[in-house]
């Protein structure tokens, strides 16, 4: 019982030096977050001594009367955060990750070789969307389905609804993905619905990134429309590094979906922890989330059905739009203009610089953000031509930035941890100087990167 920093001093200082860099810097990646202590607790507690493999009330090992209870009471919060009503959906809480949640949804919705469209990848969707190149098909989800990807309009920068229906008339897909990973703009469900039930086909939503603003009923509600929903659990929803799978228990087409789901994710795609099968880019791996991921999920789900969990969710908009705003009042150029959610896409190129250096540099002053690809990008994924630090910057950034951090942005934290609570730094005013202290920042970072 003796603790980790007399144990381990080694381990335990790395595990410092990463505490220092996420408080003392500016934490700017929108698929993160600083996940509450309770979570951390939990996330850390003893239930990972437990194999749970099976269901509740139906496992393959003994002693799981705890993990039943637990596994039960975090689904019933899932449905809470989300306003749902149990007679109408279900959900599976056991994929390790938002990619095998998602692997495990193609596997419940389709057979092997069917037909699926989602957002390219060089238009801000997710690898298990179904991506491949021209020379490669790289994802399980284009190996063992047949994609075909829809777009962005090259004018506004928003999906192309129009064509997007028009293809799916040629291509006919048994499922329809919405949701992204870089997209800074809400989606239009009933559009998609529409076009899905042309085809007879499934609607599934990946709100991987945007799932803590959608419990907060911040954005559009993808469950009015959609069949399936998949989320992460680490984003903007604040949790441990987990995913969720939602199913429609309601209707003739969706009455068997209960079972499909939960055999999809094991023993189909989630089995012992022993083999862990790595396809390509996009990971199915037979590793069943551990006990104490589960009740790490259950206490940030507990988090995001509380009132305060709607300011938080509100600030961090603000916060993206007064960030966005502040670029634009510049001259920046931001991918569609603006953001309605927490994720604001720069686009680089007119000044001639590559996501890669800026993201470079701002690891070096302590703001930390990456590199993504942009609509139209012939720079893939927003990689530069790979120029190594020189040697001194490269010392600094391994060095702990002591005192380093950036005193201007701290009121940028909103979700910064104070005494196990959720603080949330006053109002839309508030969120306009931290949005504003960003942009200064990050101009900062330009002028060093230029
Ligand atoms: N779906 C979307 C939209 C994502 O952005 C991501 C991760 O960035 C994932 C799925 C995959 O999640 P994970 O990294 O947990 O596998």
Sequence with gaps: YAPLGEIDPEVQNIIDKETWRQYSGLELIASENLTSRATMEANGSILTNKYSEGLPNARYYGGNEWIDELELLCRKRALEAFHLDPAQWGVNVQPYSGSTANFAALTALLQPQDRLMGLGLPDGGHLTHGYYTAKKKMTASSIYFQSLPYGLDPQTQLIDYEGLAKHARLFKPRLLICGASAYPRDWDYAALR???????????????????????????DPFAYCDVVTTTTHKTLRGPRAGLIFFRKDGEKNKDLEKRVNDAVFPACQA?????????????????????????????????????????????????????????KEGYKLQTGGTDNHLVLWDLRPLGLTGSKVEKVGDLLGITINKNAVSGDTNARGRAHGRALPAPQRAARAAPAEGGGLEAAEGLFV???RDGEVRVTGGAREAQCAGRAAAAHLEQVLLLAD
């Design 415 to 417: 979700h910064a941890e």
């Design 272 to 328: 012992a922890h022993t083999t862990t099968y790595v396809l390509s880019s996009s990971v199915v791996s037979t590793v069943l989330t551990a006990p104490q991921t589960i009740a790490g999920i259950a206490v940030a789900l507990l988090q995001a059905s509380q009132p305060s969990w709607k300011a938080y969710a509100k600030q961090v908009v603000s916060n993206a739009g007064a960030l966005a705003d502040e670029l634009v």
């Design 194 to 220: 529409k076009t899905a039930d042309e085809h007879g086909a499934y609607l599934m939503a990946d709100i991987a990134h945007t799932s803590g603003l959608i419990a907060a009923q911040e954005l559009n």
